[in-house]
């Protein structure tokens, strides 16, 4: 049975369109469990009716024309339980219902399981049978493994429109893709594909002029492969056996075959398809005549060939045309947009950014609120290949994503973004203005950065110093260590630019999501492994070479902090802080002019909100990375979309940890600030003043949507909603209440599209 599971859901991937796999799945399932009657049913949610869209055993005709209102029957009930019901004989359930225009008889097994994708179903598979049984476990599993498939190509069949197309009997409806709203904002532009080296699943199409140059590298490309096989079998003569070096000769026939370089030979000259995305579609139509054969040798095969397709594309890329042409209103898409890649597209020409993963709290969604774009991250089921060109519309207040949008959608879109700039006009009066509550209380507001070059110079005028310099993003454009002196000349770059201002630098934080390509770390669960001051710790002549360079860049200007990130214990608070005063010694007996900074910790680690008074203690100031410790504490991926519903740094267990943190600082006149992308949350900047937290820092974008909460409210209001807002009891409800209360202050335009 594994092994035709295997194969159904092989062909189910490799069908045509959503039609031709849903016909594939019944007919196969009814053989397989040897049912008489097997269909599938779509919800419908706007009809409120499940729809008959495929059947093998019922009437052909009434496909796409029999519907069942949405919680009647026992279709209705299975999606309605969201699970299986496994019955000997419907007919004496309660909820059996007979529909003759199905041409169904009175059938007694029954078997329905709901195709659900994100908690939300997209309809019912059904297995029916004259005699009464109960069908077994091995069944039953068989058919919620294709249900699940299924899932994916319901949901992908959406994104693309086809389903609404299905829906509505070819008429096209507006469709949009939804995804992690994660840099506020409209952006209406045209789709560049930002895709991976050497991974031939993300190569768009891309249209070019000159078919003969294309054609040559693509040929030159194929015989640097096959001269690389050749060598390697070279290599292996002696170490491996006679049959093994065979591969390496079939693995050079693949690419010698006449098919495969015609049929990409073809597509570059008849569809202008520039070489890599000729290399990708020719790959795919041999790997899945592999994919599609009976023998489990030979399906594992199309491995090879995509293999030999990647090592291909290599040296296509080794030797790439021109540089990408990038649009004036450049919307970046990929499956996993990198902050270099971002970093490629001149400012002038970003309007937004689109990322299958990735969340809301993802270094390229924080960068792209430091840009000012918008961006929608964890879009599942994103077709990046088919977006090289196409007209975008990105609303990053909802998290959705139009593709070649109708011109209904298009204007209203336009409407929204006068608006948008209309709002940034309003808020530019408060420019030079204190972030201050009616009531006189005075919030300083930081900037968030990590490179000098991004900062813009409203930033460096508006705010009130540097709540958190990001050190490796430097680090991370490299392709070795900075020294001493190359540090030293970035630090003072930025400390002189807001002087005497306050700039907080943070000591180097890498793991996780941020490897340094010449320092690999690969580790299964990076977040919970070696990261932030544990590398510093283990490797003491990185850390000191830095924090060296911070104090000479001090040296006559006294405006640097130094943050040591993801403290989780009060001992590596006093071995870093022994560190740092370590360097100060050495470099005051080299002649150094300098004084010694203050120190601080960043809160990001629960463990670290629950030892907030010892570390208090001990430094002069502390910062509360909200992405991190929220991470932490929901037990939840930021960069994984399958759960980035569930992160949410209004959640109660986050506002009571913060609530904790001020409190255990207050006990040694410790001040606290923000600086995760809560700080820059309108939504969130109340329930902040309620906590009494001295400063927030955030980035360039946010600074005056902020201000213009604070200026809007009182202290005293602020921790009355502080104090409601602890008693809930989860991110919704709190969200859903700060919405109603700036919306009540007439500040509704900070955070939904529009004055509506």
Known sequence: MLETLHRIIQEVNNANDLVDALNIIVTRLKTQIGADVCSIYLTD???????????????????????????????????????????????????????????????????????????????????????????????????????????????????????????????????????????????????IVAYQPASLTNVPDRKISDTGTEKQRLKDAIEAVKEELRQFKCKMEGQLPAEDQALFDAWIMMLSEKALLERALFLIEEESNWAPGALRETIEEHARVFDAMDDAYLRERASDVRDLGRRVLLHLQKKS???????????????????????????????????ARGSSSSHV???????????????????????????????????????????TVVREYRRLLNEEKALGRELMSLSGLPAETLDHHHVPLYLNTGLLSEMSHFGIQEAEGIGLYRTEFPFMVRDRFPGEDTQYTNYRKVLETFAP???????????????????????????LGWRGVRISLDHPEIFLTQVRAMLRANSGLGNLHIMMPMVSSVNEVEELTTLIRRAYRELVSEGYAITMPKTGVMIEVPAAVYKSAAIAK??????????????????????????????????????????????????YNCPVGVCGEMAGNPLATPLLLGLGVDSLSMSTGSLLRVKRTIRSLEKAQAENWLENALQMDDAADVSSYMHAVLEQKGLEMLIKPGKR
């Open 365 to 407: 969604a924080i960068l792209a609120r430091a840009l000012g774009v918008p961006a929608v991250m964890g879009v599942t089921d994103l077709p990046v290949t088919q977006l090289e060109g196409r007209d975008l519309i990105i609303d990053g207040y909802q998290g959705r994503l139009y593709i070649s949008p109708q011109q």
């Open 45 to 191: 949610s706007e009809q409120r009716e499940h729809v008959l869209m495929a059947t093998d055993g019922l009437r052909p005709e009434a496909v796409g024309k029999v519907a069942l209102p949405l919680h009647r029957g026992l279709v209705g009930l299975v999606a309605e339980r969201a699970e299986y019901i496994n019955l000997d004989d419907a007919s004496k359930h309660p909820s059996y219902l007979a529909i003759s225009e199905t041409g169904e008889t009175r059938y007694h097994a029954f078997l329905g399981a709901p195709i659900v994708h994100n908690r939300e179903v997209l309809g019912i598979l059904v297995i029916r049978q004259l005699i009464s049984r109960k069908y077994d476990d091995e069944e039953v599993t068989f058919v919620l493994t294709l249900a699940a498939q299924l899932a994916s190509a319901i949901n992908h069949a959406r994104a693309s429109g086809e389903l609404g197309r299905l829906h509505n009997h070819g008429v096209v409806t507006e469709l949009f893709l939804r995804g992690n709203a994660s840099s506020s904002g409209v952006a209406i532009g045209t789709g």
């Open 321 to 355: 045309p021109e540089p990408v042409n990038y649009p004036a209103e450049t919307i970046l898409v990929g499956e996993e947009v990198s902050a270099m890649q971002l970093a490629e597209v001149p400012q002038d020409r970003l309007a937004g950014v689109i990322s």
């Open 501 to 527: 201002r306050p700039v907080v630098l943070r000591t180097l934080d890498i793991g996780g999501d941020k490897p340094l390509p010449y320092f690999p770390v690969s580790e299964s669960n990076p977040f």
């Open 618 to 667: 001990r430094v002069d100031f502390i910062s509360v990375g909200t992405n991190d410790l929220t991470q932490y504490l929901l037990a939840v991926d930021r960069n994984n979309p399958r759960v980035a519903a569930i992160y949410s740094d209004l959640h109660p267990a986050l506002l009571q940890a913060l609530q904790q943190t001020v409190q255990g600082a207050r006990q």
